[in-house]
């Protein structure tokens, strides 16, 4: 069991400082050039530039940074309530590697799944709460 977690971390571990590696790639590959401007003071401007395979490029490395962070939370989420279940109905210790093996074996493309459907769900909630701040700091009388 211990193995399965050290390779969990290990994998995870892995997978983020490739993401980190990949994003610091694509910001670093911009054409930079200087622009003599004489409204700046010093008269030197620097111009970043990037082409369409670049910017698509970081779209993607963003978009799957923040996929991963959903999916670390949903798995973080979904093994503290495992364990506390666990625990409260079995009363044992050890509940933590027989969650992981479970939700790695069982329920990993179901987490996957809820780390794309709910940022999508939950932006129209944010929007509409929003703005009903806003409005309540406009009519202060409701």
């Known amino acids: 069991m211990t193995e399965v977690l050290f390779l969990l971390i290990i994998g ?3 997978v983020i400082i490739w993401m980190f ?3 610091v790639w694509g910001c670093s590959i911009a054409d930079i050039d200087t622009i003599d ?7 030197e401007v620097k111009e970043i530039s990037f082409n369409v395979t670049e910017r698509v490029l970081m779209l993607f490395v963003i978009l799957i940074g923040f996929w991963w962070l959903s999916a670390l939370a949903e798995m973080a989420h979904w093994i503290s309530s495992s ?10 210790h050890g509940a933590l590697t027989e969650t992981l093996v479970t939700m790695l074996r069982y329920h990993f493309g179901s987490i996957l799944l809820a780390s794309i459907v709910n940022p999508i769900l939950r932006m129209p909630r944010v929007l509409v709460s929003g703005i009903k701040g806003k409005v309540r700091l406009a009519d202060p009388s409701c």
């Open 37 to 43: 401007e004489d409204l700046v003071p010093g008269e």
């Open 12 to 14: 995870q571990m892995g």
């Open 21 to 23: 590696i990949t994003f």
């Open 83 to 92: 364990v506390a279940s666990y625990y409260y109905f079995n009363k044992t």
